[in-house]
């Protein structure tokens, strides 16, 4: 701030820029000396870069030796010793309040002015007469912050909501009430607030406020339902399947009272997730993962957070089972009556069902090693194809080669 002689004084007022002290003069009294230093100035105390509706004004008084703010009996007695005699508020220089006297404050509505930058002076004036300017930039701000909330209607005790506020301003404060008692507080413009940890399973209301530097407040309000029960469920393919290809993992028999919101699980140190349209399913490709015995995690996650693991173990098979011809007629063999036919099939981890097919379509189906089918030509007319398929436990399914014969 620049007095009359010309000195620099800067101190900091909240969130605004330092201020200019001007001496702007005035007719001295008689005797008085009108080049004299400033016996005594002020600026503005509590000012904010943004204001909106009815607010007190404060200032800062300051002298040639000290400062402080003009709201004690101490600095009361300063001004009287150093002979403040009356403060006056403008606004882009129109007069909007004065004070001559102690707590020395101005209550200024600038709830009717346009949204616009506003400059205030705090113009002070002294026993000797001397006038002084002390100015800095603000302005007239009536929009309520934009205000995001991520909930979905469902919380439990200490749970997480993650708030997004926007302004013009700034945002100062962003409250989180339950039931109208805030609950958790932040200062930052994106934020984690946190539910009660006490709070207990039922109905609540749940808001968010957010504030502006000038005072505008933005609210997001709805209700919600209070699960502090983590769910139950099973989860298939069954612990001891054998699996292969995708493998979809599915939550079934779900009893929860928020439901379940998604579902994670960790195969072979990968963890899959569902998809929001699908909840309860989570996919995974086993294809490129080496077979063997898996231990899988199924991590179900409620809508109010609430998680449940259950761990299964599986078998992963991805390679095809071998099957052939352990006894039967020759390829283009001639057959006037019904013949035998087994068949060989081997796989790491098991042999399901071993199918016999004439002419394309399954005629029979043995799961029982040795794998024995009888055929009767006379089903099949003249000339007829056999060839056999095995599948293991996983599904895997291979053909073996096909043998014609006529009769």
Request: avoid cysteine; hydrophobic fraction near 50%; glycine fraction near 6%.
């Given at each position: 701030m620049t007095g009359k002689t010309g000195r620099t004084i800067r101190r900091g007022i909240a969130t605004l820029a330092s201020a200019t002290l001007i001496a702007v003069g005035a007719a001295s009294p008689a005797g008085a000396d009108s080049t004299a230093d400033p016996t005594v100035w002020v600026d503005i105390w509590n000012g904010r870069s943004a204001y909106h509706g009815p607010t007190t004004v404060q200032f800062?008084?300051?002298?040639?030796?000290?400062?402080?703010?003009?709201?004690?009996?101490?600095?009361?007695?300063?001004?009287?010793?150093?002979?403040?005699?009356?403060?006056?508020?403008?606004?882009d220089g129109v007069l909007v309040g004065t004070t001559t006297e102690q707590p020395w404050t101005i209550t200024w509505d600038p709830s009717t002015l346009p949204e616009a930058p506003v400059r205030l002076t705090a113009r002070s004036y002294d026993q000797t007469g001397h006038i002084f300017d002390a100015t800095f930039s603000s302005s007239v701000d009536h929009t309520a912050p934009t205000l995001r909330v991520y909930q979905n209607g469902y919380i439990r005790a200490g749970g997480e909501i993650y708030v997004e506020a926007a302004d013009k301003s700034r945002i100062t404060r962003i409250d989180l009430l339950a039931d109208d008692k805030i609950i958790d507080s932040s200062a930052a413009s994106t934020t984690l607030l946190h539910w009660d940890r006490n709070a207990i399973n039922g109905p609540?209301?749940?808001?968010?406020?957010?504030?502006?530097?000038?005072?505008?407040?933005?609210?997001?309000?709805?209700?919600?339902?209070?699960?502090?029960?983590?769910?139950?469920?099973?989860?298939?393919?069954?612990?001891?399947?054998?699996?292969?290809g995708t493998v979809s993992f599915t939550a079934s028999g779900v009893r929860d009272a928020s439901g379940i919101g998604s579902l994670e699980v960790g195969f072979a140190g990968t963890w899959y997730s569902s998809e929001p349209a699908a909840p309860k399913v989570a996919r995974v490709d086993t294809r490129g993962i080496p077979d063997g015995r898996k231990v899988v995690q199924c991590t179900a996650f409620d809508r109010a957070g609430n998680t449940t693991t259950i761990k299964r173990t599986v078998t992963l098979d991805n390679h095809a089972p071998t099957v052939t011809f352990a006894k039967a007629p020759k390829n283009k063999a001639r057959v006037s009556r019904s013949f035998p036919i087994t068949a060989k099939a081997a796989d790491r981890y098991g042999i399901a069902r071993v199918q016999m097919l004439v002419n394309g379509k399954v005629v029979a189906t043995d799961s029982k090693a040795g794998y024995r089918f009888t055929i009767n030509p006379k089903k099949y007319g003249k000339k007829f194809t056999v060839h056999l398929r095995a599948y293991d436990k996983a599904g895997n399914l291979k053909n073996s080669s096909k043998r014609t014969y006529r009769r």
């Open positions: 800062f008084l300051m002298t040639d030796t000290v400062g402080y703010p003009l709201t004690s009996d101490k600095a009361y007695a300063a001004a009287a010793e150093h002979g403040l005699a009356r403060i006056d508020l403008l606004a609540a209301t749940l808001a968010v406020r957010a504030r502006d530097t000038a005072g505008n407040v933005a609210e997001y309000r709805r209700a919600v339902l209070v699960d502090n029960v983590p769910p139950a469920f099973t989860i298939t393919p069954a612990s001891g399947a054998h699996v292969r």
